[in-house]
């Protein structure tokens, strides 16, 4: 069975798409068009693919109206004036686009065979987030960083007191600081709503993400229990690997807001999953890992305005992997 796979397409007014039904207007079927539109092949989208139920709706039926697309929301899901509450969106998600619908399959923590009579390949869909524990940077580059942000502090008359610097890095500190540097950085908290009363946030995304790990675990052992010898591809947008980050983004902290180091966890808890499939880093790759070779594959467009699409290796519209390969 083929299937194409890609991430970050980000269908958006301003970026690679447009708020009405011209499609044909946008960037993204300038450059992409007759390479999306396609039908022999089932289509597997890692998130940020728009904003909203209704961009969804627009896209999908726009440049995959004859294929079984599976998809994720990546972060920017949440993206649009209205300042959706994210739990709400998700739901909205599920009942128009429902786990048993034959074309058009979103899945948050939950579930699919790709061929129901078959039952021999699944995909496990989710955002995932991450747990902010991952950093490449030596005990003294994370101290410059903390110092950095404690001078700008001082000079905005926010702390008096002294810098003292860590003595040894560990997961709770890197932790705290990461999720400081992602409230401060990263525009996905000015959008979308944890609730009536409260905005996004990291911390919001570290709950996701522990709950994401569980679920996760659960759809894997219940399709093992309908056949244990199910081949399973594993899709999120939130990155499972340090190594889908560009090499020119190393040495940053804001990359624990980008991927989680879970490769062994994978490798070791997930035994039937022999492909991961990914997005959120704008970084194309294709590795193996772990003791069990499993490829890893991350295929997304990117910003077509900032010309993402092009650098390193160039997006493929058409990036296909046959399942019997896996």
Not at 66 to 84: A, M, Q, S, T, W
Not at 165 to 193: C, M, Q, V, Y
Not at 291 to 312: D, K, L, V
């Amino acid at each position: 069975m083929k299937i194409k796979i890609m991430s970050d397409l980000h269908y958006n007014g301003g970026l690679n798409g447009v708020e009405n039904d011209n499609f044909s207007e946008s960037l993204l079927y300038k450059y992409f068009g007759n390479d999306l539109i396609t039908n022999n092949c089932i289509v597997l989208l890692a998130g940020d693919i728009t904003s909203g139920v209704q961009n969804h709706k627009r896209f999908l039926k726009s440049f995959f109206p004859n294929c079984r697309v599976i998809f994720i929301d990546g972060n920017h899901v949440c993206y649009e004036p209205r300042k959706p509450i994210l739990a709400h969106l998700k739901k909205e998600l599920k009942s128009e686009f429902p786990k048993n619908d034959s074309q058009y399959t979103y899945l948050d923590n939950d579930w699919v065979w790709l061929d129901d009579s078959k039952k021999d390949v699944a995909v496990i869909g989710s955002t995932l987030y991450t747990d902010y524990e991952y950093s490449d940077l030596t005990l003294d580059e994370f101290n410059n960083h903390c110092k950095s942000y404690h001078l700008w502090q001082v000079a905005y008359g926010l702390t008096n007191e002294d810098y003292k610097p860590h003595k040894k890095l560990t997961k709770k500190i890197i932790r705290e600081e990461s999720l400081l540097t992602a409230s401060l950085k990263l525009n996905d908290f000015l959008w979308g709503n944890e609730d009536v009363f409260k905005s996004l946030s990291p911390e919001y995304y570290l709950k996701l993400h522990k709950k994401a790990k569980k679920e996760i675990k659960r759809c894997h052992d219940e399709i093992l229990s309908i056949n244990a010898n199910a081949t399973i591809i594993l899709m999120t947008h939130h990155c499972l690997s340090p190594r889908c980050i560009d090499e020119k983004y190393r040495k940053n902290i804001i990359n624990s807001s980008y991927t989680s180091d879970l490769e062994e966890w994978v490798d070791e808890k997930l035994p039937n999953v022999k492909l991961v499939l990914s997005g959120h880093v704008h970084n194309r790759c294709d590795f193996m890992f772990g003791q069990r070779n499993i490829r890893y594959i991350t295929n997304p467009c990117g910003y077509i305005p900032a010309e993402e699409h092009s650098m390193g290796i160039p997006f493929n519209p058409n990036f296909i992997v046959e399942t019997n390969d896996l």
